[in-house]
């Protein structure tokens, strides 16, 4: 990816990357070990999610992240199907 691209993305979405891996340690304190393809799957799902979340915090006080909260809905929709899909 070409630097020009990389500065242009983080004067959007700032450290979010840092946020959200700051985030996900917090969120499995005890750390987390990932055995199956559909481990593997529900945790992407899940860091998706919680990198969107990192993006709209570093804009919150500009109002947001619309974009972001459109992804944040999808890949919770995208979860919770795959875990309903799972219990069956």
Known sequence: ???DIIAE???VYGNA???SGAATSKLFPDGLRLET?????RFHLLR???AKLARY???FKSGGHEDSLVDIAGYAE???QYDAREKE
């Open 57 to 59: 915090a570093n804009k």
């Open 17 to 19: 990357y840092e946020l």
């Open 78 to 80: 995208m979860l919770r």
């Open 37 to 41: 393809p559909d481990d593997h799957i």
């Open 1 to 3: 990816m070409p630097i």
């Open 48 to 50: 998706m999610i919680v």
């Open 9 to 11: 993305r983080g004067k």
